[in-house]
């Protein structure tokens, strides 16, 4: 495992990197968040807007839309990836009992560009057999997704009040019935109380979304590590010592749960589920890699291009770095040193 070198962030001679984190406490992020894993070669910064950032954890869909109008470029790190079946939530009273029920309901969502949302559209439709186009959508939040005129029925709620949440704005939306179900990207704050008034479209969630796995062998990406294509072309090392920072810092995450003296305390048998996963989905479930993740991203172009985010059907080879893209699994850390 690389050690943090202060000499290698206060270095005169090292580039600056500016880093923007959307999650940086989650466990894949958190090693390089807090300053324990460096990205060779570079002095990190970190900052606290996107619009400063050099390199972020990009949302997948604004990534997608952003490829006609920005100069970006990603690596194949995705720290956050999340089954989407979970976050679906009806009204207990609306007389919704399997997928199909959705159609001719009422389905709040943040915004129809949501990753989150498109993971779970898509499902629906291609796993569950669920006529988008027979769902009323009521988004409380506006995008920038050309969609033609007619093709689905989509409505703009009253936006949150100011300081409220956008999941707990969508949480009032389902409790009062103005909502059949909601779609959102968090597990809304009646659910976490277990209000009897809402529940999961599926009660059996782990079950549900193993058997998707299964089935289709997608384990939905949220975010992907993207950097602004101007820094790329003064720094041509920064994508290969990006991708490197990363894999170390999601093997660290792993460590904690798995390692000898696992940190991770509070779920006694944590580690016997990582086996169960691993048994499930294969040891590379969670790879920073292509190869490894073919199916999930062609289903993200696919469902991005069928939900009118992107005008064509996007090659997986036009997001990524390609000496990034090429870097195996397996190739060793930084170790501070420029790549």
Request: one cysteine or more.
């Amino acid at each position: 495992m690389a050690v943090f070198s202060p000499s290698v962030r206060r270095s005169a001679l090292a580039e600056k990197l500016k880093l923007f984190f959307r999650e940086p406490a989650i466990d894949t992020n958190r090693p390089i968040a807090a300053g324990i894993v460096p990205i060779g070669g570079y002095e990190v910064e970190f900052v606290h807007r996107l619009s400063d950032a050099d390199v972020w954890d990009c949302a997948f869909a604004a990534r997608l839309q952003e490829m006609e109008r920005e100069s970006c470029v990603s690596v194949p790190a995705f720290p956050n990836r999340k089954f989407r079946l979970s976050y679906i939530f009806v009204n207990a009273g609306a007389g919704i009992h399997a997928p199909a029920d959705l159609q001719g309901k009422r389905v709040g969502i943040r915004f129809w560009a949501n990753t989150a949302g498109i993971w779970a559209r898509g499902a629906l439709q291609h796993h569950y057999n669920v006529d988008l186009n027979r769902i009323q959508w009521i988004t409380v939040q506006t995008d920038q997704t050309s969609i033609p005129a007619g093709a689905i029925d989509l409505q703009l709620a009253a936006a949150p009040e100011l300081g409220v949440s956008v999941s707990d704005h969508l949480d009032a939306l389902l409790l009062s019935g103005v909502v059949d179900a909601v779609i959102d990207a968090n597990v809304l704050p009646s659910i976490v109380r277990r209000d009897k008034r809402v529940r999961r479209l599926f009660p059996d969630y782990p079950r549900e979304e193993r058997a998707y796995f299964t089935s289709t062998g997608i384990f939905p990406i949220s975010h992907v590590v993207t950097l602004r294509g101007e820094f790329v072309k003064r720094c041509p090392s920064a994508p290969v010592a990006v991708l490197r920072a990363f894999r170390e810092a999601r093997d660290m995450a792993f460590e904690a749960i798995e390692g000898s003296d696992p940190e991770v305390l509070v779920i006694p048998w944590v580690g016997h589920a990582l086996e169960e996963q691993r048994a499930l989905m294969g040891d590379e479930y969670f790879s920073y890699d292509i190869d490894n993740n073919r199916v999930t991203l062609r289903a993200m172009m696919q469902f991005a291009h069928e939900q009118w985010l992107t005008p064509r059907l996007v090659d997986i080879a036009d997001l990524f770095d390609p000496s990034a893209a090429a870097l195996p699994e397996g190739d060793a850390y930084s170790d501070g040193a420029l790549p």
